[in-house]
């Protein structure tokens, strides 16, 4: 099987990151509701919860096997530590992440323009800490949760991804992972652990969303490298995969022998 070029690559992660902000953040913005006193309407925190995890799911059995199915500047940083993806795709995946997001992020705004009397201040679905978060948190719980959960993340993922693990699945366990996070985070910071999600809507958001994503940059690229670093010295590193960064035997169930450019 004839390997994806670089541009192939970088194709996925565009789309599936436009995916992943488009699903998830669009189903926030139309089809939930936030109330002040933190009584949800709509599909409610377990809808938008569930759409993420669908978003990452269908994403990574889409173009996984192109790209490794990153999505996600923090998971990219956290595979190249890993060594289960060349540092030199570092850049550019995290280039066309935060594009596809922003594109995301427009096409749910001007669909939202569409409703008379919609206002996008505060409700594009920003990630945020004190009065911004949806529960009032802190700055300091948010990074500490920030951190936490997306070095949870990036271990399920090098776990999902690892050659000892069950062949197929996934796609499915990292898209249940991110399911659960976001039931446990949407109050504290309305769940980022991807910094192109929270760029993605945070301009589009104003009301101080941009000037707090330097902490929906900073925290899970901190938690992504931690896990990056600890998951090769705990459970070892039973195969160079630098130059095999696309796991689609892991996807697949097939074995796939093909070397990236």
């Not at 500047?73 to 030199?88: F, S, Y």
């Not at 300091?140 to 776990?159: D, K, N, P, Y």
């Not at 892991?250 to 022998?257: P, Y």
């Amino acid at each position: 099987m004839t390997a994806p070029t670089m541009m192939h690559r970088l194709a996925a992660e565009f789309l599936g990151t436009f995916w992943l902000v488009l699903g998830g953040c669009g189903s926030a913005v139309f089809a939930a509701k936030f109330l002040s006193d933190g009584i949800s309407v709509g599909i409610g925190f377990l809808g938008v919860a569930t759409a993420f995890g669908l978003t990452v799911l269908t994403g990574v059995y889409a173009f996984g096997t192109l790209s490794g199915g990153h999505f996600n500047p923090a998971v990219t940083l956290g595979a190249a530590l890993a060594r289960r993806v060349e540092w030199k795709a570092l850049p550019l995946y995290w280039i066309v992440q935060v594009i596809g997001g922003l594109i995301a992020g427009l096409v749910i705004y001007i669909v939202a323009k569409g409703k008379p009397g919609f206002d996008p201040k505060g409700n594009m679905a920003a990630n945020g800490f004190g009065e911004h978060s949806p529960g009032g948190y802190a700055l300091w719980a948010v990074v500490i949760a920030e951190i936490v959960l997306t070095a949870v993340f990036l271990f399920v993922i090098l776990g999902a991804t690892d050659d000892r693990a069950p062949k197929g699945f996934a796609g499915l366990a990292i898209g249940l992972t991110l399911t659960l996070i976001h039931l446990v985070s949407i109050p504290i910071s309305n769940t980022s652990v991807n910094p192109a999600r929270s760029t993605g809507v945070a301009f589009f958001n104003a009301n101080g969303a941009p000037g707090q994503l330097w902490v929906f940059w900073l925290a899970p690229l901190v938690g992504a490298a931690i896990a990056g670093i600890v998951y090769p010295l705990l459970f070892g590193r039973p195969e160079e995969l630098a130059e095999r960064p696309v796991r689609d035997d892991l996807l697949t169930g097939k074995h796939s022998s093909s070397s990236n450019e």
